[in-house]
């Protein structure tokens, strides 16, 4: 089994920065991607940003593009997500989450391990 943690999210007023991370932990994730979700209360959890293994390729939500960045340290076994410029449709519970093929996606179905979660709020 693989266990993920994520940490860093906190209350932030609008327009501030935080850096989410994901810290993997258990069976090895060599060759999976990871990708970066979001819920909202009463809202689907929607896709933020997903990283290959290598780091070599991203993929981010139209909504983040831009404002968000995802990276990775395998030697840490530890996914980021950099969020610049924050404004309250940010404000959700972050999840990640790896899977396998080795490639950036979307697709909820795609990722084996779930994280349980680490809240952001943006304060206006």
């Known amino acids: 089994q693989v266990q993920l943690v994520e940490s860093g999210g906190g209350l932030v007023q609008a327009g501030g920065s935080l850096r989410l991370s994901c810290a993997a932990s258990g069976r090895s994730t060599t060759g999976y991607a990871t990708g970066w979700f979001r819920q909202a209360p009463g809202k689907e959890r929607e896709f933020v940003a997903a990283i290959n293994w290598s780091g070599g390729s991203t993929y981010y939500a139209d909504s983040v593009k831009g404002r968000f960045t995802i990276s990775r340290d395998n030697a840490k076994n530890t996914v980021y997500l950099r969020m610049n410029i924050l404004v309250r449709e940010d404000t959700a519970v972050y999840y990640c989450?790896?899977?396998?093929?080795?490639?950036?996606?979307?697709?909820?179905?795609?990722?084996?391990?779930w994280g349980q979660g680490t809240q952001v709020t943006v304060s206006s």
């Open positions: 989450a790896a899977g396998s093929p080795d490639k950036p996606t979307a697709l909820v179905s795609s990722y084996d391990y």
